[in-house]
């Protein structure tokens, strides 16, 4: 669909920091089953409580986005289009997190 508009530009972006880790890593959440089912009620469960008690969750969320792409940026690269989105996400992550950000583990495992 892209390749039949020829004037249409691609800008991908990427946004971190707006689901409190607080809620993020709450036990219910932590129930909820799979890694996509933990977000999504996280998500929810912040919603809720931002409407219920306002100004009562304070983040800063994290943006950046690529340069645009169009067409021909992409027909020179060769590969189908969904690898190149993805290779130029990859590096767009890269400069989006330079540093891992610290996660708390469930588990640590001491090896001597």
Known sequence: MLRQVPDTRILLAIVSGVVSPHIRWNPPVKLAGDG???RSFAEIMQVIQQM???NSID???RQTFSSPLS???LAR???SLL???ITKERSLLDIHMPQPEY?????I???D
């Open 36 to 38: 996509h089912k933990q």
């Open 52 to 54: 219920i008690l306002t």
């Open 59 to 61: 983040l800063s969320a």
């Open 71 to 73: 067409n021909a940026d």
């Open 77 to 79: 690269l060769g590969e």
């Open 83 to 85: 690898e190149v989105m």
């Open 103 to 107: 996660v708390l583990p469930a588990y």
């Open 109 to 111: 495992s001491l090896i």
